[in-house]
């Protein structure tokens, strides 16, 4: 875990490479998760015993911060 905001927020930064090409580029990119039955603002509730995960995630330095097609995570 690289942040967290110890209200269950929690966000990973990583590197993925594209592969298969003789220069290979590569993008950073985060994953945000909360890891927690409901948001703080109630409007979401995974559900007893359960958590509610990935949010989202994003490239880094990308237009609109989309990852290019060919990185797959």
């Known amino acids: 875990m690289d942040r967290d905001d110890h209200h269950d927020h929690l966000e990973y930064d990583g590197v993925v490479f594209e592969t298969g090409v003789p220069r290979p580029r590569q ?15 109630g409007r979401y509730d995974a559900g007893r015993g359960q958590k ?15 990852c290019p097609a060919w990185a797959k995570m």
Do not use: L, P
Request: with cysteine; proline share 0%; aromatic share 10%.
């Open 27 to 41: 993008v950073k990119f985060t994953v945000v998760v909360q890891y927690t039955r409901k948001t703080a603002d």
């Open 52 to 66: 509610i995960g990935v949010i989202t995630a994003y490239c880094h330095n990308q237009q609109g911060n989309k």
